[in-house]
């Protein structure tokens, strides 16, 4: 199929075009730009009566082309997004009217799933499985516990997992440190930035070349076309074009959904909900953008400094219209808190940190009077049950279970801790079992 899209660096130095799964196995360009596409596919019409995965092999065959018998990749999609995505209507207080889209229902809890499912099934059902890969991941929380279970028993993968010792969460942690077929996890002495220093390492020192290091970060491609489905999935149930709002960190939730805008989906614009780490609202409102250390807070998975999908969106957007189509905001941790608060008490829904700071975002935006006619669309990034000891500090009672944070009680764990350095990487990963 010649008129799918290619991929091409947002550096552009030489490298044609690849197609996607060569998009998806290299991570970033050889030039060390980010995929972007080279055109994009118009959308199918959509109605509501189709299930969720069946929309997505509907979608996915423009980015894609068409199934063949050597790549078929239509089931890998329907086995990676096989868990429900409510888009459930707020009432009461200032919420009354406020749609929130629960991406959380996957495996392990977060929208990462959505990501890491697809990108795993995806890479296993095109067969790029020799020789065995090691997917590094160093992770602060989510994305660890995502792309292990994802590409977990795939066969041709192994997960490799680094999260900083004391930084995690019990509930994340105990999500990363379970026995999963094809995963082993390090507890490294040092921060996540001394967890990702290492992962970087791995793939610029020769010596951990016989393992195949490979990569499954927020700026794959792999992770960023599955992101879209969700957006176009609350648009199609809704009467009017929606405006979205995206509890934002390293922004490739929100580049999903402007790709998606960019390929017809109906908008009426984005809200870009950034905790304390406000440089991309600062950046939207007019200042130059400039990016730096990251700060911490309750909503963790939204702790960066420098944004990794900010040159992409740069890329495929432009300054001037990005600042048009996207408005931002900075919440933080005592509002965050006072959100949780008030709407388990006005609507009677509880909700996480991450889902809090973009609520907070859209009351605001209501209050000054924005949009005056247009629905909103929340994204709910994460499970409750993920952060119970901030849930608890924010209303006084325990989150409700998750099925998945409850099937880990009492499972078998393996993992061992390491100091941050790569000799100490090499001869923990020289013993390492990454049997069932
Ligand atoms: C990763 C994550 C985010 C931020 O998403 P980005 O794509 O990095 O902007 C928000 N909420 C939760 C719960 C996350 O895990």
New binding site residues.
């Given amino acids: 199929m010649s008129e799918v899209p290619g991929w091409i660096s947002t550096r552009g130095a030489g490298e044609g075009p690849v197609p996607f799964l060569g998009a998806l196995r290299q991570g970033l360009a050889r030039d060390g730009g980010l995929y972007v596409p080279d055109r994009l596919p118009a959308l199918p019409p959509l109605d509501r009566a189709t299930g969720f995965a069946a929309m997505a092999v509907k979608v996915l065959e423009g980015w894609l082309g068409p199934p063949t018998p050597t790549w078929s990749w239509a089931d890998a999609v329907r086995d990676a997004l096989s868990f429900p995505v409510p888009l459930v209507r707020l009432t009461g207080g200032e919420w009354d009217g406020v749609h929130v889209l629960e991406l959380y229902h996957g495996p392990t809890h ?3 799933d959505f990501g890491a499912r697809t990108m795993a099934r995806l890479a296993a059902s095109a067969g790029l499985q020799r020789p065995v890969a090691h997917v590094f991941v160093a992770t602060s ?3 660890g516990s995502a792309v292990a279970d994802g590409f977990s028993g795939v066969p041709g993968y192994r997960v490799v997992l680094l999260f900083p010792e004391g930084r995690v969460s019990p509930v994340q942690e105990a999500q990363l440190v379970v026995r999963r077929p094809g995963v082993v996890s390090f507890r490294v002495r040092g921060s996540f930035d001394d967890c990702q220093a290492l992962a970087k390492r791995v793939f610029a020192d020769r010596r951990f070349d016989a393992w195949s290091p490979t990569s499954a970060n ?1 700026i794959n491609a792999g992770r960023l076309l599955p992101q879209c489905l969700y957006y176009l999935h609350a648009a199609r149930l809704l009467d009017e074009a929606p405006v979205f709002c995206v ?8 580049t999903a959904g402007l790709l998606a805008a960019a390929c017809g989906m109906r908008h009426e614009g984005f809200l870009a909900a950034h905790n304390a780490n406000d440089a991309f609202p600062r950046f939207l409102a007019g200042a130059p953008a400039r990016f730096g250390a990251s700060v911490e807070t309750l ?1 963790n ?2 702790d ?1 400094g420098a ?1 990794s999908n900010f040159e992409r969106l740069a890329w495929l957007f432009g300054e001037s219209r990005l600042r048009a189509m996207v408005r931002g905001m900075s919440v933080d941790d005592p509002a965050t808190l006072g959100t949780m608060r008030r709407i388990y008490t006005e609507s009677g829904v509880i909700v ?1 940190p ?1 889902t809090a700071v973009g609520l907070e975002a859209v009351r605001r935006m209501r209050r000054a009077g924005v949009p005056e006619n247009a629905p909103v669309v929340v994204l709910s ?2 499970h409750p049950a993920k952060f119970p000891g901030t849930v608890r500090s924010a209303i006084g009672i325990d989150p409700p279970p998750a099925g998945g944070l409850e099937a880990l009680k009492g499972r078998p764990t393996r993992f061992s801790t390491i100091d941050a350095n790569p000799e100490a990487l090499l001869a923990a990963l020289a013993g390492a079992d990454f049997s069932e």
């Fill in positions: 977060s929208f990462k929380g989510d994305t927020s509890p934002s960190g390293n922004l490739g939730n929100l909503s998975a939204m960066v944004p996480d991450h990034t994460a």
